[in-house]
């Protein structure tokens, strides 16, 4: 991301097939803010030379996303050497990012796995196996009388 400004936001490179409500998701999901509005820029591939060989340049989407409040801290190493806190303080910054982050995805990962447990059928029991096994072998048997 680039292009910090405060009255116009914050600018992303976005997938092409991403849409605005996916990208305001995305956004107060990682950075843990709230957005108030997100712009989209297109930019379609265009035809390039280089010597003799043609082609088309990428396309290329860019998400433009104003907060609500607050703001996004991208740098957490400049910021805190800025209010001259000591090594281990920038650690526990950018660790506590990650961490809310990881906590977030991995009680999403949960939610989806007691979501299969619960779609799963119930086991055979194990007198239906038997009874496939028995017929299965009186088959065998009969096929091989013939």
């Known amino acids: 991301s680039s292009g910090i400004n405060a009255e116009y936001g914050y600018t992303f490179a976005v997938d092409p097939r991403t849409n605005k409500a996916e990208v305001k998701k995305a956004v107060e999901f990682i950075f843990d803010v709230k957005v108030e509005k ?43 050497e800025a209010s001259n806190k000591t090594s281990k303080n920038e650690e526990k910054v950018m660790s506590e990012a990650e961490k809310r982050a990881a906590e977030k995805i991995a009680s999403k990962a949960k939610e989806k ?27 065998f048997k009969k096929t091989e009388e013939k």
């Open 38 to 80: 997100v712009n989209i820029i297109r930019k379609d591939k265009q035809k390039a030379k280089l010597g003799r060989s043609e082609g088309f340049t990428n396309i290329i989407k860019k998400a433009i996303v104003k907060l609500a409040k607050g703001e996004i801290n991208i740098y957490p190493d400049e910021v805190s």
């Open 113 to 139: 796995a007691k979501e299969k447990e619960s779609k799963k059928p119930e086991p055979k029991k194990e007198e239906s196996k038997e009874k496939e096994q028995k017929n299965n072998s009186e088959n």
